[in-house]
């Protein structure tokens, strides 16, 4: 059987990802709107019902417009934007947090995309929060480094211009009011009763992250050692595809007592770290802002929605 299936904002970051990733697929029959009209919401509503899948790579009040332009109710519908991850009628599309993420997944008709900082974060404080390692007003403060390529066309743009400033040479933090679009999922996805402090960079490479928690040991609810903690993730990962929980310190993927951010551009895969001391833990998950992070976490959900392999294409 071939799926048709409609990029809604194939041009993005995201989009042209996820267009890219169906290549070389002969069970996908792509339905291309007309350039001059990508604007034009009779025809976007014309592919959207015509399609099986459509992915919605745009801003958020554009992503409403589409899902209210949709009157097929065959049409399931892959939301890469903000406006719906914490919208209880739409599946949250991380599989691997839980039994219960895979199956609302495979049997909605809308999914949302989480962010791609929301994506390491959760896959760090869930399965701290479920397992009752911490409580849930737990206060946690967040740091994370992504590649510029999460910025967009026009970050994307100021960081390739070669007579750019010399800002762009250095790591750059930003959302200084505490305030940032990811932050309602991060809270709500953990299961936290408060938002953490949150610390994102954007820094001088294309794609690759790292989003990193603290953890005191005296703060735990139930108390684990680094060594202990290493294990629970990877329990709670044992039968991911994609997402590797690694032993304590990292000894069996780290080379150096580094964990650089980018070493997994262009796959859709995350790593786990747990690293520290009786005192004080750092848990880190590395992943693609661009691949779990965004087209391939996207991808992966519409294969299980499909019913086939999760890594088809991937």
Not at 12 to 20: D, P, S
Not at 278 to 288: H, K, N, W
Request: hydrophobic share 35%.
């Amino acid at each position: 059987m071939k799926y048709k299936v409609f990029i809604d904002g194939k041009d993005g970051t995201t989009g042209l990802k996820i267009y890219e990733r169906f290549q070389n697929r002969d069970d996908i029959e792509l339905l291309l709107i007309d350039e001059e009209k990508r604007k034009d919401s009779a025809e976007r509503a014309k592919m959207i019902n015509a399609s099986d899948f459509t992915f919605l790579c745009l801003p958020d009040a554009a992503s409403i417009e589409a899902v209210k332009l949709c009157t097929n109710p065959k049409v399931r519908i892959i939301d890469a934007s903000t406006a719906h991850r914490t919208n209880d009628d739409w599946a949250y599309g991380f599989p691997e947090l839980s039994a219960e993420h895979r199956s609302r997944i495979q049997s909605s008709s809308r999914v949302a995309g989480p962010g791609c900082y929301a994506s390491g974060f959760a896959s760090l404080v869930y399965p701290l929060v479920k397992n009752g390692i911490i409580a849930p007003d737990y206060p946690i403060v967040c740091h994370a480094v992504s590649g510029y390529s999460g910025a967009g066309k026009k970050g994307i743009a100021q960081y390739e211009d070669p007579n750019r400033d010399i800002q762009f040479k250095s790591p750059r933090l930003y959302a200084l009011t505490q305030e940032h679009k990811h932050l309602p999922e991060m809270q709500k996805v953990s299961g936290l009763a408060y938002k953490p402090i949150f610390d994102p960079y954007v820094c001088d490479y294309y794609a690759g992250m790292t989003v990193s928690v603290g953890i005191h040991t005296r703060l735990m609810k139930k108390k684990l050692t680094g060594e202990q903690l290493a294990e629970l993730f990877k329990e709670h990962y044992n039968s991911s595809r994609f997402v590797h929980a690694a032993d304590f310190m990292g000894t069996d993927i780290l080379t150096e007592n580094f964990i650089p951010s980018n070493t997994l551009a262009g796959t859709n895969n995350m790593q786990i770290f747990v690293c520290g001391n009786d005192e004080r833990l750092v848990l880190t998950s590395r992943f693609d802002n661009l691949g779990k992070g965004a087209s391939g976490a996207a991808v992966q959900c519409m294969n299980i929605m499909m019913g086939i392999d999760e890594g088809t294409g991937l």
